[in-house]
């Protein structure tokens, strides 16, 4: 029976790089995303391209009907090997100045899905002895900052979450990352409106393919590392600024990123 890999937000940027790296090693896949012709397309060339099975599930993970359609069509497939929880978005506004819905739905895509999926493909990992989890957070996770309160959060909660999972389950032969990325070209600042660009427009560190922090992230999570920062300078920046003065590291992010 074939391997599965289940990927969401697969669409573009780094969730389709992983769904390219998962076909190149033989693995069946389940995709999501929101746009269907973009992801439609990328399904059929990928198709094309591996000879791999590529089904598509057209969703909104904000959506409790969504996420309940894609727990039940991973239940459902057998020998789910592989779980990349890569769907998310960012808000260009401060908190208070973004509607509560939009907080809410980024709370259910970047915390709730990931814990339903994660609690949908653990019994037959188990069972098995066997399977590969990688949550997407952020650098953000590591740095509090205006305009970013709760991607900050929601990320720093799916470093927290991987870690303490990785130890449950550290004899069970399951291995699990959550994968921190910088500054990535792919369309999700483009996708965040004003926000989005002007931190597109300051070299502030250099940018990463999504390719290579694919790559990288499988390359360490053989290696069982549990929390990955792609890109020697992201790893010193968050080094460095973890052993900043609160108050110092208060003062530099209002000023280098004022609140939108």
């Known amino acids: 029976m ?3 890999a289940v990927i969401t937000g697969g669409t573009s940027g780094i969730g389709a790089e992983y ?50 359609a894609l727990i039940r069509e991973v239940s459902s497939t057998e020998r789910v090997e592989v779980l990349v929880n890569n769907a998310g978005f ?8 973004a509607a509560m819905d939009a907080q ?54 799916l470093v927290a979450f991987t870690e303490s999972v990785s130890m449950e389950l ?10 921190c990325p910088g500054l990535t070209h792919t369309d999700f600042h483009e996708r965040m409106g004003p926000q989005g660009k002007r931190i597109t427009e300051r070299k502030l560190l250099p940018w990463m393919s999504s390719r290579r922090v694919v790559r990288s992230s499988l390359r360490a999570i053989k290696h069982k590392r549990v929390v990955f920062i792609p890109g020697a300078s992201n790893r010193i920046l968050v080094r460095v600024f973890s052993h900043l003065p609160r108050k110092l590291y208060h003062a530099l992010l209002v000023k280098t990123l004022p609140t939108p």
């Open 2 to 4: 074939p391997r599965v």
């Open 19 to 68: 769904a390219n790296r998962f076909a190149e090693l033989g693995y069946d896949l389940v995709i999501t995303g929101r746009r269907e012709k973009r992801i439609q397309e990328f399904a059929r060339d990928l198709r094309q391209r591996s000879g791999r099975e590529v089904n598509v599930l057209i969703a909104d993970l904000a959506s409790e009907n969504a996420r309940s």
């Open 90 to 97: 960012g808000l260009s506004a401060p908190f208070g100045g």
């Open 104 to 157: 809410m739905a980024m709370l259910d895509v970047h915390v709730r899905t990931t814990l339903e999926l994660v609690d949908a493909v653990l019994p037959g990992m188990k069972r098995r002895g066997s399977g590969i989890i990688i949550n997407v957070a952020s650098v953000a996770a590591f740095f509090p900052m205006p305009g970013g309160a709760l991607y900050s959060a929601t990320k720093s909660f």
């Open 170 to 179: 550290s004899n069970q032969g399951i291995r699990v990352q959550v994968v």
